[in-house]
T-cell receptor, first 112, second 115 residues
Framework: GEDVEQSLFLSVREGDSSVINCTYT??????LYWYKQEPGAGLQLLTY?????DMKQDQRLTVLLNKKDKHLSLRIADTQTGDSAIYFC????????????FGGGTRLMVKP | EPEVTQTPSHQVTQMGQEVILRCVPI?????FYWYRQILGQKVEFLVS????????KSEIFDDQFSVERPDGSNFTLKIRSTKLEDSAMYFC?????????????FGPGTRLTVL
């Protein structure tokens, strides 16, 4: 079945850029998403990218998609302590009813 | 801003008991989902629901599980006879429509502990 993988942990200093990486196996992925989970909270959609795009920018967030290598990344510019959270990569396949397949999440720690 | 709500936030139950987890999706949304996350593991899809019927379910969603939209606002997940391995965080999600520009909004989750 489909699989989505992420590294477990990333630590950066406040003001630096963070890059969180994700790889996926489903070649028929239609959309790829980044969700953020803060302690005790649900999954908040940060951004998404359609599979025919290779980049999307939204304020401090930049998503890069390499469809050939099935690699997705999320760059957070000027990382703040409030960005500390778990970031989940997810993909959906139009042919699979739009259910989401999630990676294991990357815990981002931002040090002041 | 509209949001998905879930109750209770934490449910403790004895093995073999029935539990009902409740969700109130965003009011104009048509597609509903349940996911679960066992501690330390990935968020896993359980079931999707549209037009008053299950549209898709995973292997996890066996005969012990059922979903219902009893009154047009609530969306429930019932586990008939809970097992220890059902202990997890259960997330409800809803989506307005299918296609581009519509994505799943998640609730804060219900932590289920089976003793």
């Amino acid at each position: 079945g489909e699989d989505v993988e992420q590294s477990l942990f990333l630590s950066v200093r406040e003001g630096d850029s963070s890059v969180i990486n994700c790889t996926y196996t489903d070649s028929s992925s239609t959309y790829l998403y980044w969700y953020k989970q803060e302690p005790g909270a649900g999954l908040q959609l940060l951004t998404y990218i359609f599979s025919n795009m290779d980049m999307k920018q939204d304020q401090r967030l930049t998503v890069l998609l390499n469809k050939k290598d099935k690699h997705l990344s999320l760059r957070i510019a000027d990382t703040q302590t409030g960005d500390s959270a778990i970031y989940f990569c997810a993909e959906s396949d139009r042919n699979a009813g739009n259910m989401l397949t999630f990676g294991g999440g990357t815990r981002l720690m931002v040090k002041p | 801003e509209p949001e998905v709500t879930q109750t209770p936030s934490h449910q403790v139950t004895q093995m073999g008991q029935e539990v009902i987890l409740r969700c109130v999706p965003i009011s104009n949304h048509l597609y509903f989902y349940w996911y679960r996350q066992i501690l330390g593991q990935k968020v896993e899809f359980l079931v999707s629901f549209y037009n008053n019927e299950i549209s898709e379910k995973s292997e996890i969603f066996d005969d012990q599980f059922s979903v219902e939209r009893p009154d047009g606002s609530n969306f429930t997940l019932k586990i008939r006879s809970t097992k220890l391995e059902d202990s997890a965080m259960y997330f409800c999600a809803s989506k307005e429509r299918t296609g581009e520009g519509s994505w799943q909004f998640f609730g804060p989750g219900t932590r289920l502990t089976v003793l």
